[in-house]
């Protein structure tokens, strides 16, 4: 079935690091890759997303590429901020005609420190 | 639009009585999700609803969890009896769309239940 890897957190950074949040993927055909980001005391929120091979997801200086080859959807962003502190979720949702669940993986928590 | 309200944001209760949490999705959407988040078991999906009729509620933990969409504006999730591994933040979400297009879950704030 389908299921979504990410990496083990926490995640400790200081400001102005550069920041990446591993995740791979097990689906058949080509799903829809998301990273969606929970701040404390709150749901989550859609980041960013991509629908197809070798799109480019990107918002709020986050960027992450969908590799088909390495089944791979891994979370950058150049210059992490002290406001960047949250849990981050990569999610899987099936291909098209599919429903609109979605897997989510155990999701990354990231502290960065001024 | 007010976004996902779900109602009561905080819950304390004790073991073996009923819990009901309540959402109310953003109007104009057609499918609902019922998440528990907890930091043993991360985020589970518990079941969801499309177009108010229950698709998916493999996730529900047992007979003791019970869901329904009486209509498209509200939902319910009800605990009976409750116990104290029940304790998570539950997570409302929905979206618009069918399965053939794609739009974004919006998540409500949450409900954290605290079962002593």
């Known amino acids: 079935g389908n299921s979504v890897t990410q990496m083990e957190g926490p995640v400790t950074l200081s400001e102005e690091a550069f920041l990446t949040i591993n995740c791979t993927y097990t689906?058949?055909?080509?799903?829809?890759l998301f990273w969606y980001v929970q701040y404390p005391g709150e749901g989550l929120q859609l980041l960013l997303k991509?629908?197809?091979?070798?799109d480019k997801g990107s918002n709020k200086g986050f960027e992450a590429t969908y590799r088909k080859e390495t089944t791979s959807f891994h979370l950058e962003k150049g210059s992490v901020q002290v406001s960047d502190s949250a849990v981050y979720f990569c999610?899987?949702?099936?291909?098209?005609?599919?429903?609109?669940?979605?897997?989510f993986g155990t999701g990354t928590l990231l502290a960065v420190q001024p | 639009d007010a976004g996902v309200i779900q109602s009561p944001r905080h819950e304390v209760t004790e073991m073996g009585q009923e819990v009901t949490l309540r959402c109310k999705p953003i109007?104009?959407?057609?499918?609902l999700f019922w998440y528990r988040q907890t930091m043993m078991r991360g985020l589970e999906l518990l079941i969801y609803?499309?177009?108010?009729?229950?698709?998916?509620d493999s996730g529900m933990p047992e007979d003791r969890f019970s869901a329904k969409m009486p209509n498209a504006s509200f939902s319910t999730l009800k605990i009976q009896p409750s116990e104290p591994r029940d304790s998570a933040v539950y997570f409302c979400?929905?979206?618009?769309?069918?399965?053939?297009?794609?739009?974004?879950?919006?998540f409500g704030p949450g409900t954290r239940l605290t079962v002593l």
């Open positions: 999610a899987l949702r099936g291909p098209a005609g599919a429903t609109n669940k979605l897997i």
């Open positions: 689906a058949t055909g080509y799903p829809s």
């Open positions: 991509a629908t197809k091979a070798d």
């Open positions: 109007s104009g959407h057609n499918s």
């Open positions: 609803f499309n177009n108010n009729v229950p698709i998916d």
């Open positions: 979400a929905s979206v618009k769309g069918s399965g053939s297009s794609y739009n974004e879950q919006f």
